[in-house]
C-alpha cells in the first residue's frame, strides 16, 4: 500500500502561480510512477501530467503545455505539479496517483494506476 500527503491546493486569481506537492511512504518512490489527475463535478477524472520513475521521461496534456510542469525528487519521495499562469477552467480537484514500475515509462490512463490520494482543491478566481 502507498499513502500520500498531498499539499499545496488553495485559492488563487487568474494568473497566479501555486505548487502542489504529494510525499509518499509505503514504497521505495524510484520504483513507482506516477501522474497528476484533476476532477470537476460531473466530469471524469482526466490527466494532468505523468512522470516515470525516475523523471526521465514525462508528459503534460495539452491543455497545460507550457503552463504547469511535473518534477519528482525521489530523495525526498516527492511528487510536485508546479502550476503557473493559473486559469479559472484550471479549477478542480487534483489528485497524485501511483503504480509500481520496473521500466521507465510514464501512464496516462487512470486505469493504470493502483494508488491514489485523498485529492486537493485548487479554485483559481477570475
Known amino acids: 500500500q502507498v499513502q500520500f500527503l498531498e499539499s499545496g491546493g488553495g485559492l488563487v486569481q487568474n494568473g497566479d502561480p501555486l505548487r502542489l506537492a504529494c510525499t509518499t511512504s509505503?514504497?521505495?518512490?524510484?520504483?513507482?510512477?506516477m501522474g497528476w489527475f484533476r476532477q470537476t463535478p460531473g466530469k471524469e477524472r482526466e490527466i494532468v501530467a505523468a512522470i516515470s520513475r525516475t523523471g526521465g521521461t514525462r508528459y503534460h496534456t495539452d491543455s497545460v503545455k507550457g503552463r504547469f510542469t511535473i518534477s519528482r525528487d525521489n530523495a525526498k519521495n516527492t511528487l510536485y505539479l508546479h502550476m503557473t499562469s493559473l486559469k479559472p477552467e484550471d479549477t478542480a480537484v487534483y489528485y497524485c496517483a501511483a503504480r509500481d514500475d520496473n521500466g521507465y515509462a510514464y501512464y496516462t490512463q487512470e486505469r493504470d494506476y493502483f494508488y491514489w490520494g485523498q485529492g486537493t482543491q485548487v479554485t483559481v478566481s477570475s
Open positions: 509505503g514504497r521505495t518512490f524510484s520504483r513507482i510512477a
